[in-house]
């Protein structure tokens, strides 16, 4: 039996580094961002009517819906905070009232005139705030139980069925930007409702389906290979090939540029990573649920499968930043050429917090889509959530990045924001911290026996992040305790508690692959190590009804000197340890030019004294050796004051870059941390390489 996820209500996190992240996530994330949508009168768009002064952006309603959703996973873990659960009562009954009496919702529609609705599905965000208000529905209702936002989300949905699908007189058309996909299939996976599996099909199957539109007599393009996107375009009397025209957007390469939302051909035909990078991984985390709930018996969307394992290679291999970011063109906020991994945002560095969260998300996805256990899903889950998305928000919880960009320079430090005009990355952090749990385990129960023999159940667990907490298996009295002090230190112990199933338990630690070489891990049992994860079987013991077994596992953090492939161009060096990417900041390294710092190759690194960064407490900083780059031969003599004032700089010349005799010690913190105690702004993950000695 495959490996199932576990519901977020099973898992309590007793870890005290992800408890005081989750718990700011609720005190103080949650609040600020109600605040910041209240004080900017965005989030009181659902209670307007046509013909308001305000036109709302079309994506505010999301940003609430997404905060409900969040909130009411803090609640869930937290039922005495009594004014969060009055604010997300308040949003519901706002929700409700908003909900036209045919179903639809949408502020900006409502406000702009109804009667334009489902005009522009390419641009404007109609299913993708529906998609939000979906997941806001399975967080309320694992909540509450209630019934009432799963009330307004059913006859959203109804809505939408009498609008979009195969019919002649319906629309054959699918959301600009993803999200309702992996919504509508979360539903459906919590009220076994036939409806949104069925929408969810049509949606992610549908997507760039060229069809034929000689009929229309217009512009046909060379193939005749026209998508739904075209048609509403002319229907909206527009013409889509226009250069000059409003529909040409400025993030499109070029007039009718569909990749940017993955819509230029089926993804059953796609190979490589396109476009805009929030967009494909909601997309993907939808299509690897649909394939796993029907890929057995729809061949249509059996024939997602194997794209789904090519664009994940073309991401892992050659597109995802070592932090867990992704997107590396500003232009269209996602994916470039193959290797080409800019660290600065004024290169095009991108990185979008959202887009980490998603495939955060996906990875997850993953790793229940096929029958074994792989650890490369959970591995770049772990490098996502301890680097690029963790530090999209500050140590205090109430400033975010939108970018989350690999190296800044002096005197252009990246501040953290309290609030974004298009605000779609802070909600989701909060929302992610809220529902961690869900990600770290997954159980498979196997019964077998058939006809007069009697049946036997035999219960896997498989353990993929190692945070403390404490998972309830679901329908046994098994408890499984893991305790660790992740991320800085690698011993980890799993106490099973309760009556084994008959057959006895098998236990699945992943071995990350920063501990995965011989002599890097070691365990208290005896197991098989099979693709990455270590698979130990615990004997059910038919004396005992309440026994205890632990198990010890030792995963080695030292630190680590990370390259990157040639074909990035970066022949440089980054410090790790365990699952975190350090950078070097300005602040600890007095007297040094981080813009312009190498690491010796060769040198020691060793870790520092324990330290406190922002309230983290625990800290491991490494200590390197390394040498600045001699500026003056260039006419840049920076080191003398801190004025950009350079005189005489040469832009070219004949002598070689020439690295300082003097080595001195470079500090490096966790690159989730950066950016939290001042400085002058210069940070970076990779940093040039000189031979020690050379
Ligand atoms: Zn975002």
Known sequence: MPYRPVSIENVSITSPFWGQLQDRAGQVTIPAIIEAQKSADHWQCLTWKQGHPVKPHPFWDSDIYKVTEAACYYLLKHPEDQPLR???????????????????????YTVRGVDQRWTNLRDMHELYCLGHLIEATVAYETLTHSGRLLAVATKAMQHIDSIFGPEPAKKQGYPGHQEVELALLRLHETTQDPLPLKLARYFILERGRHYDHADEDKHTSEDGAEIYFDHEARARGADPYEHMGSEHKPWYHEPRDYAYQQADRPLAEQTRLQGHAVRAMYYLTGATDLVRLLGDQDPAVRKVQPALSRLWRDLVDSKLYITGGLGSVRQWEGFGEPYALPDLESQGCYAETCATFALIHWCHRLVHLEGELRSEYADVMETCLYNAFLGAVNTEGNAFYYQNVLRTVRNQPKERSKWFGVACCPPNVAKLLGSLGSLIYSTSVNTDGAGATPKETHLAVAVHLYVASELTVPGTDITIRQTTNMPWSGDVAVTITGKAADAGLTLALRIPSWASQPGQ?????????????LHIAVPADPAAQDSETTIRLSLRVTPRIMYANPLTGKDELCLARGPLVYCIEDVDNAGADVDVLALEE????????????????????????????????WGMGRESGDSDQVHGQRLYGSQPWRFEDRVRDVVAVPYFLRANRGGNGAMRVWAKRVVSGA
């Open 86 to 108: 009055a604010e997300v009562e308040a949003a519901v009954d706002m929700i409700s009232a908003a909900q036209h009496p045919d179903g639809y919702i949408n502020s900006y």
């Open 602 to 633: 060769g040198g020691p690194v060793r870790e520092g004294a324990e330290m406190e960064i922002g309230g983290v407490e625990g800290v491991v900083p490494l200590i390197a050796t390394g040498r600045q780059l001699a500026l003056a031969q």
């Open 521 to 533: 891990f070691a365990c208290s049992a005896n197991g098989e190590v099979k693709d990455g994860y």
